[in-house]
Nanobody, 119 residues
């Protein structure tokens, strides 16, 4: 069964850190590009970071550059998002998306994990 599961969300104070994980089952995550997106209440979904298929270097939105780091753990079939120096405006539901294929026939989403940054 093909599945993406996010974990690691929670409540953290401003300036704190969290690490989100996106674990795949039923397919090899390294064969697809992976993106982290987030959606805050009343706002449109925002691309946070993405990493190409088989790649190790990620690209980041300006709003998180220098604070967030995305990486692959191929042994665990997982992609991680390390989030440091968190701000209240980072509060959102974070979604993992794996996509690709020659005809872009693969497009998998996780259920989302809540991140709340508040004192």
């Amino acid at each position: 069964q093909v599945q993406l599961v996010e974990s690691g969300g929670g409540l953290v104070q401003p300036g704190g850190s969290l690490r989100l994980s996106c674990t795949a089952s039923g397919f090899t995550l390294n064969n697809l590009a992976v993106a982290w997106n987030r959606q805050a209440p009343g706002k449109e979904r925002e691309l946070v970071a993405f990493i190409p298929s088989g790649g190790r270097s990620a690209n980041y939105a300006d709003s998180v550059k220098g604070r967030f780091t995305m990486s692959r753990d191929n042994a665990e079939n997982t992609v991680n998002l390390q989030m440091n120096s968190l701000k209240p405006e980072d509060t959102a539901v974070y979604y993992c998306n794996a996509y690709g294929g020659k005809r872009f026939e693969y497009d998998y989403w996780g259920q989302g994990t809540q991140v709340t940054v508040s004192s």
